[in-house]
């Protein structure tokens, strides 16, 4: 019997460590100035390390073209796109502030309009935030946001932020194809004179007047 409620009670200990508590777009907000801060487009929490495969692998809007690695706090930087990000973070702390900048270093550079995935680690679970079509540009060259952790650790704890990560890919541009508004109304006009010179009389030549 003892050994039955101890199994139990690790049992709702791995539970309240691995599920996620109030895990919202809300954790998570992203602003370039003077723009006003904004919450993440989609949201996804998930056991183990981030990596490539990991967010490639995730579905919804997060869907579609493959993902790049632009940058992690505890690692080195990578150039996408000929634009180079460096992220910062709070670490250890349940909550608090986070930081992108960004350098033209190569070809095409800026400005850039991309998707990017903000992820925060921490304990055994990271989450995946969404931020979509956001442009960057050389004035300014920063952005910066606030993070919240809201899953528990193994001890029904909120753990600290062990690393930040940040992955990008370019945005899915939707160009818009004006209608020819003005080649229709030449058309239309173009037809209605048309039917204008058919209803006229005929003209008499000079030669039947007289």
Not at 92 to 116: C, I, K, Q, R, V
Not at 130 to 145: A, K, Q, V, Y
Not at 160 to 176: C, D, K, P, Q, T
Request: glycine fraction near 10%; charge should be negative.
């Amino acid at each position: 019997m003892l050994n039955g409620i101890r199994l139990l009670a690790a049992l709702c200990i791995y539970a309240a460590g691995t599920s996620a508590q109030a895990f919202s777009i809300t954790d998570v907000t992203f602003q370039i100035p003077p723009d006003a801060p904004q919450f993440a487009d989609a949201a996804e929490l998930l056991p183990g390390n981030d990596n490539v495969a990991g967010v490639n692998s995730l579905g919804g809007d997060f869907a579609g073209d493959p993902w790049t690695l632009l940058d992690k706090t505890d690692d080195s930087s990578t150039e996408y796109m000929g634009v180079t990000f460096v992220l910062e973070a709070d670490a250890n702390a349940t909550s608090g502030n986070w930081s992108l900048s960004w350098s033209e270093t190569g070809a095409p550079g800026l400005p850039l309009t991309m998707d990017f995935v903000f992820v925060t680690k921490a304990a055994n679970d990271w989450g995946a935030y969404l931020f979509e079509s956001i442009t960057f540009t050389t004035d300014p060259m920063t952005g910066n946001g606030t993070f919240e952790i809201t899953w528990t650790n193994n001890g029904g704890q909120i753990p600290g932020l062990s690393h930040a990560s940040i992955y990008g890919r370019g945005a899915e541009i939707v160009v818009e194809v004006p209608a020819p508004s003005s080649l229709l109304l030449l058309g239309l006009g173009v037809f209605a004179l048309r039917r204008f010179m058919k209803r006229l009389p005929a003209r008499r030549s000079f030669a039947q007047t007289f």
